[in-house]
């Protein structure tokens, strides 16, 4: 299996796992009027969509450069974290108004907690291969899915809290509303979490065009190895945390097609060997 097919063989499966919390959280939160896990359902269901986006971006990010994207489609990375930032600042929204209009009464149970911790466990399960596999394959769509993924399960243990609290609140017949006061920490939770994700994607997008001459020099001091190929040009471009390597390159006269074809594999093997960060060559025969 490719790294391509793992990738998304990882992105499908926590996709699938991101639905079932969704589905638990909505189901348990609507059936004991448990107004602060209905909005954290809703964070997990923006979750479900945000690896759906993964999935989508990561075949485009792949596609080759051409005429009209000469640096490839690099940037659709940071459009599908904007997007997943913009609905997480929606999400915000609609837990705030669920904070001053929703009525019901929530009286915690054993079944709840149980329920809430299996959900605990799900996501945590989502959040490692999230990151390993992010990390691994150097994918940001994975990492920042792996933040997000992170963040759900962070407003779970709100949740918990909010649930073992309200546990208190009926032994002591105190009348604060703990479930009200979580959904209100949850959405104040959920607007950071879209701020810092919504200002450093359009950070990435305003400055990922910007090469990097010591990484340019080592990639041309490395192609001299290659003496049947000539390397017109080399352009590095950063793209989040990785690099794109765009080379132009004339070949030997005496090089068969077969030949020439072979020789390309093994350039772009072995300059991802030696730098981990170069994820994408394309390379342009001139």
């Not at 799900?122 to 963040?151: C, D």
Request: proline residues 1%.
């Amino acid at each position: 299996m490719n790294k391509e097919m793992k990738e998304d063989k990882i992105i499908i499966i926590t996709t699938v796992l991101n639905l079932i919390v969704a589905i638990l959280k909505l189901i348990s939160g609507l059936t004991f009027s448990f107004s602060t896990l209905i909005a954290d359902s809703i964070q997990s269901f923006i979750d479900f969509i945000t690896d759906i986006t993964s999935l989508v971006a990561n075949k485009i990010g792949k596609r080759r450069a051409n005429k009209t994207y000469p640096f490839g489609y690099g940037q659709i990375y940071y459009v599908a974290n904007l997007f997943t930032g913009f609905l997480l600042f929606l999400i915000g929204i609609f837990i705030l108004y669920q904070f001053f209009f929703f009525e019901g009464e929530f009286t915690p149970n054993l079944t709840l907690a149980v329920v809430i911790l299996v959900v605990l466990i799900l996501k945590w399960i989502v959040v490692k291969l999230l990151q390993y596999y992010g990390k691994k394959f150097k994918n940001e769509l994975m990492i920042e899915a792996s933040k997000e993924s992170k963040a759900d399960f962070i407003s779970t243990c709100v949740v918990l809290a909010v649930m073992v609290f309200t546990f208190l609140e009926e032994a002591m017949k105190t009348s604060i509303n703990i479930d009200k006061i979580g959904s209100l920490g949850m959405a104040i939770y959920v607007f950071y979490t879209a701020t810092k994700m919504l200002i450093s994607n359009v950070r990435g997008i305003l400055a990922n065009d910007e090469e990097n001459d010591e990484i340019k020099r080592d990639i041309s001091q490395k192609l001299k190895k290659f003496q049947k190929l000539q390397f017109k040009k080399v352009k590095i471009i950063k793209m989040a945390n990785y690099y794109s390597v765009f080379l132009q390159v004339k070949a030997d006269e005496n090089l068969t097609i077969k030949e020439y074809l072979a020789m390309e594999k093994k350039v772009k093997s072995y300059l991802k060997s030696h730098d981990r960060a170069i994820r994408f060559i394309d390379i342009e025969p001139i």
